[in-house]
């Protein structure tokens, strides 16, 4: 009896740490794997849920799950649309059971920065990518950025063919795995939850990420170094399900907009300065980071970009067409 009331009172108070939801509210239950401080998801995340918990007091409530405490990312989507979450920020390379457009932002080298990759998405090709899902049950709603991916192995990486032979973690996204396949290495789909220790134990050699997700899971900890290659990117879709969204009354579904709609704004704008805190964070921690020649950077940019070839047809040439006029 005494375990199960100290249980019961443990899940009160865990449940009013994210919030207080009144009766009566409409709860909104945000799901994500990534962790919360010094980063781009994490902080925009959290400040959703404030603005959402203090300007619509009454009528909804966010309650927010980080660090894959809910659902990997693997679920997440499936809950939606059970109804067993509200919201989700997969990143854009976990959506391909759901959509081919998407690969177009895993392609190695497709966008030479952020400012790049925001331009895309609020041209109209980037904003009409967010109804691709529509069919699947699947609404998007904004684009949360993140930022430029990075290299890190059990070895240093400075030459493509330093991969040769090597284990990377990829993301659920075939063209990640085709990227890793093309500098030799040997790619393994893999929930992000598992990365850490997957390294640690030598099941895979080496992975890619962001600074801010490389610094979150410690993942410099139980690598040789981190190359800063700048390969490609992590962006994020803020998601719900049609009919979830369908079914809110329409001033909630308006002033839910609206604060998503600002809070991207802020929070897409500061998450280049977030990932280049956690760069300084990992140095600061002991990590290595090694940089690359214009020389050097080139050879990794000839190894992977013919796979671009290889989804021109699921991507569209002219959604790269235009991808590339915003890098010029
Ligand atoms: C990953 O799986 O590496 C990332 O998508 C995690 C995240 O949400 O940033």
Redesign the pocket.
Known sequence: KFLATAATALALSASTAFAACDPGEIVIKFS???NTDKHP?GIAATLLAERVNTEMNGKACMEVFPNSTLYN?DKVLEALLQGDVQLAA??L??FETFTKQFRLFDLPFMFKNMEAVDAFQNSETGQSMKDSMQRRGLQGLAFWH?GLKQMSANVPLISPTDAKGLKFRV?PSDVLVAQMEAIGGNPQKM??SE?YGALQQGVVDGQE??WS?IYGRKFFEVQDGVTETNHGI?D?LVVASVDWLDNLPEDVRDQFMTILGEVTATRNAEAFAVNEAAKASILEAGGVIRQLTPEQRAEWVAAMKPVWEKFRDDVGQENIDAAQAINA
């Open positions: 994500h794997v990534t998801k990312d997969p990143s390379s976990k993140n993301q929930a992000f990365v990420n962001t997700n992590i994020y």
